[in-house]
Nanobody, 117 residues
Framework: QVQLVESGGGLVQAGGSLRLSCVAS????????VGWFRQAPGKERELVAS???????QLTISVAGRFTIVRDNAKNTVWLQMGSLNSEDTAVYYC???????????WGQGTQVTVSS
């Protein structure tokens, strides 16, 4: 049974930082691409950052230079380091794994990030 568990969300002031964690179990983690998505109220879910099984990273332009995605396969963990947060970053953040044909097969339950101005 595959599980992805996110943690690290919370309330932070604008300009602050948070680090989200995604811990995977039940799959050969090192073999899979992993993505971080977010969904704000009334908005569509968007891909924020991804990291391939080989370590290649991509960030959406709105977070480039502020967010970093890192993985440690030995710990079955992917982190999303978020800095210079603003109100536009307020959303539920989801971790997903196993990208196939542009979609992800496995999803976590999400963690709320709220940025206060």
């Amino acid at each position: 049974q595959v599980q992805l568990v996110e943690s690290g969300g919370g309330l932070v002031q604008a300009g602050g930082s948070l680090r989200l964690s995604c811990v995977a179990s039940g799959l050969t983690f090192s073999s899979y691409d992993v993505g971080w998505f977010r969904q704000a109220p009334g908005k569509e879910r968007e891909l924020v950052a991804s990291i391939s099984s080989g370590g290649t990273t991509q960030l959406t332009i709105s977070v480039a230079g502020r967010f970093t995605i890192v993985r440690d396969n030995a710990k079955n963990t992917v982190w999303l380091q978020m800095g210079s947060l603003n109100s536009e970053d307020t959303a539920v953040y989801y971790c997903a794994a196993d990208r196939q044909s542009g979609t992800y097969r496995y999803w976590g339950q999400g963690t709320q990030v709220t940025v206060s101005s």
